[in-house]
Every structure is written in C-alpha cells, then in structure tokens.
C-alpha cells in the first residue's frame, strides 16, 4: 500500500477456503494478517500454535476452544486472546454457524500444525 493511498479490498477477493477467507497483510504492504471465519456447526482448525500471539473477535455463533490446558466457550460480542506459543484450537458449538475475525499482528502468518 503507498503511502497516503487508502486500499479497498473485498473480502470475496481473499484467498479462500470452505471455512475462511485470508488476509495476508505482507501481499498488501501493511503489518497486521487476519482470517475472516465463517464456520458451520461441528467445524474448527486443529490443534496448533504461532510465535505470537492471536486475537479472536467473536460477531456470530459460539465456539468452545481449547487454549493449552484451558477449555472456554466464547460468544458473540467476546474476545479470546491466545498467549504466543500456546496450542490452540476452536469448535462451532451450537446451531448457529460462527463468524469471527481471527488477528494475527504480523505481516506473515506463522502456523505450527501439532494435530
């Protein structure tokens, strides 16, 4: 991204999967990366772990996630932060599909897959 340039992406434009669309912030020339999520009941990433620390923000559904040794369930209108280097995952719970933005404050995502 220039500098005093403003970039306007669409979402449907990420890179995406069944389950989520991914910005990656070193293809746009900014420091941050994210997954819009978008996760049917039942459905959730495996155990894994990054060298820094992730943001969840919870918009929709309900989500049980295990962060190292701890079992939470998160709803809409939460945030769960998970530690850098703690395993993590998430489940949908419920009836309802989850949507959620998933933060990674890094230009590069970094994923150890553990499961």
Not at 68 to 96: N, Q, Y
């Amino acid at each position: 991204m220039s500098e005093g340039k403003a970039a306007r992406i669409r979402i449907d434009d990420l890179p995406s999967g069944e389950d989520a669309s991914r910005f990656e912030g070193r293809e746009q020339g900014t420091g941050i990366s994210f997954f819009v999520s978008r996760h049917r009941p039942g459905r959730g990433p495996g155990l894994h772990r990054h060298p820094y620390e992730e943001v969840f923000i919870m918009e929709a559904g309900e989500a049980e996630f295990t962060v190292g040794d701890e079992t939470l369930t998160a709803a809409e209108g939460e945030i769960v932060v998970v530690p850098a280097g703690t395993p993590h995952k998430f489940v949908c719970t419920g009836d309802a599909p989850l949507r959620q933005l998933s933060i990674h404050p890094v230009p590069r995502m970094e994923t150890e897959w553990l499961e």
